[in-house]
């Protein structure tokens, strides 16, 4: 019974938490829109370009190469990340800071997540490079490895899990509860795309090896 009223004493208080956190977002506002628009179009928008790259090769043929092609997606890919990234911190800085986050523990634990978060992307992308990065698979640019060095030896895909983490560290850094579901949307967004993108990846890549052992047989 102790117990009982233990749990419930506490869920009560996550629930005054979340009640709090989301009384405190500024919902109206120009920046918080454009970030959340940005948020969902950005892997919406890859993931439709490099399907259809797949089936056109329509970037191949403008640009003349598989490896420009890929580039040029990249750049496009990076620039908008860039974009969803400024409106996502104009939006932060527009919005109060919450009562509940306003803690030195708070901000420090922002600090290392998006230190680690970005500490994810990068080395992943070290590991990966561009064409690795940028969807070049869709291209028929493939891996010769899988890679299993860090960060992969830590998540299945560091590149999503490093820029949530950076999301929900740089909300915290700065105590904005409208970032923190930001992230959340963030989160769902990449869970939903990562759907979409392994099974795809996983099936370029079983062609491939079933080409090779055919070669070499
Ligand atoms: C992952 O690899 C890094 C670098 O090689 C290593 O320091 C770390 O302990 C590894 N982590 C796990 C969970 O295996």
Not at 36 to 58: C, D, G, Q, S
Not at 139 to 149: H, S
Request: hydrophobic content about 45%; glycine content about 6%.
């Amino acid at each position: 019974m102790d117990l009982f009223n233990d749990l419930t004493g506490k869920l009560g208080k996550v629930q005054d938490v979340y009640i709090e956190m989301l009384s405190e977002v500024v919902t109206d506002e120009k920046n918080l829109k454009l970030a959340l628009f940005f948020i969902v179009f950005n892997p919406l928008f890859w993931n439709t370009a490099a399907r259809l790259e797949y089936k056109t090769h329509f970037l191949t043929k403008i640009t003349g190469s598989a490896k420009r092609g890929c580039y040029v997606l990249a750049v496009t890919i990076f620039s908008l990340g860039i974009v969803r990234d400024y409106f996502f911190h104009q939006a932060l800085m527009q919005q109060p800071t919450s009562r509940v986050l306003d803690t030195d523990a708070v901000r420090k634990a922002g600090m290392v997540l998006s230190a680690f978060g970005q500490v994810l992307v990068a080395t992943s992308m070290y590991q990966l490079g561009v064409t690795g990065t940028y969807l070049g698979d869709y291209f028929g640019i493939l891996m010769d490895n899988i890679v299993t060095a860090f960060p992969f030896n830590v998540s299945n895909n560091p590149m999503y899990h490093g820029s949530t983490l950076t999301f929900l560290g740089t909300s915290l850094y700065y105590g904005k509860a409208a970032g923190v579901f930001a992230t959340v949307l963030v989160n769902l967004v990449y869970n939903i795309a990562q759907q979409f993108e392994e099974p795809f990846t996983a099936q370029i890549y079983a062609k491939r090896d079933a080409e090779r052992t055919k070669k070499s047989s």
